[in-house]
């Protein structure tokens, strides 16, 4: 049998192509699992003229934004591709931050444009990994939370990823998000495949997110910065060291 050569990763379908296309153009053969469904909600959305600004910690958050008023108002995004969608979904202001939760604190609390009291609304998922809510009501800022969707966990792996599973061709499985890579291992051991874990490097955005995903994995890696790009190269160098190509075929 083949070594295992295949990343997986565990994002939600769109967010996952994407990164499949990029995976591919480096060398790298990869497949696609979603672990969380995005689903857009309808709250009853707030008057904009009460808010100084908007923070966005998700890029699926910007294309929900209802209420046109929001768009002229600053918006705080945690990083570029969420910077991108803010910017098509209409926003005038984009401020994006390094990519974490912790830096786009401290860049809304360095901003010199607000009042004395600033009020912002944080249109975000109903599950989330980082209070910004909490960050910056303990300096201050009042934030306004608003769930525009839900990350609903799917039913179970397709038939062809839980073929690939039992026949050994996954070698890396990316976990952008702690429930992702929490569920990912809850389908395996529902599918009696816990001992698959030890062939497999699980890569995790965080620390948090690692320890939701278990232990008994081949490699366990951090990603050197929560993202995008960092898991991506963390994947790639996975591939070529903690599952060498011993076939010769690229």
């Known amino acids: 049998m083949a070594p295992p050569r295949l990343i997986l990763t565990t994002r939600p379908r769109d967010d996952a192509a994407r990164d499949i296309t990029l995976l591919e153009q480096r060398g790298a053969r990869a497949i696609s699992a979603p672990m969380l469904e995005i689903r857009a909600l309808s709250p009853e959305w707030p008057d904009a003229s009460g808010f100084d600004g908007v923070v ?39 401020i994006t931050g390094p ?36 960050a910056l009501d303990d300096h201050g800022i009042q934030a306004e939370r608003l769930a525009v969707y839900e990350a609903a966990t799917v039913d179970d792996f397709t038939p062809e990823v839980l073929s690939l599973i ?36 699980m890569i995790a955005i965080s620390q948090r997110a690692a320890g939701l995903c ?13 993202k995008r790009s960092a898991m991506l190269d963390a994947a790639i160098d996975a591939i070529m060291h903690d599952h060498p190509i011993k076939d010769g075929r690229g």
């Open 166 to 201: 039992r026949d050994d061709a996954v070698a890396v499985v990316l976990a952008h998000s702690g429930r992702a890579g929490e569920h990912f291992t809850r389908l395996l051991s529902h599918h009696g495949l816990e001992a698959k874990q030890a062939g497999m490097t």
């Open 214 to 226: 278990g232990e008994d994995w081949h490699t366990i890696r951090i990603a050197d910065q929560p």
């Open 99 to 134: 990519g974490d939760g912790d830096g786009l604190t401290g860049m809304i609390r360095a901003h010199d444009g607000f009042s004395d009291h600033p009020r912002l609304l944080w249109a975000s998922a109903v599950d989330t990994g980082f209070n910004i809510k909490r």
């Open 56 to 94: 966005l910690t998700s890029r699926h958050a910007a294309a929900l934004i209802r209420d046109p008023g929001f768009l002229s108002l600053p918006c705080f995004c945690v990083g570029n591709t969420t910077s991108g969608e803010a910017r098509k979904a209409g926003f005038t202001t984009v």
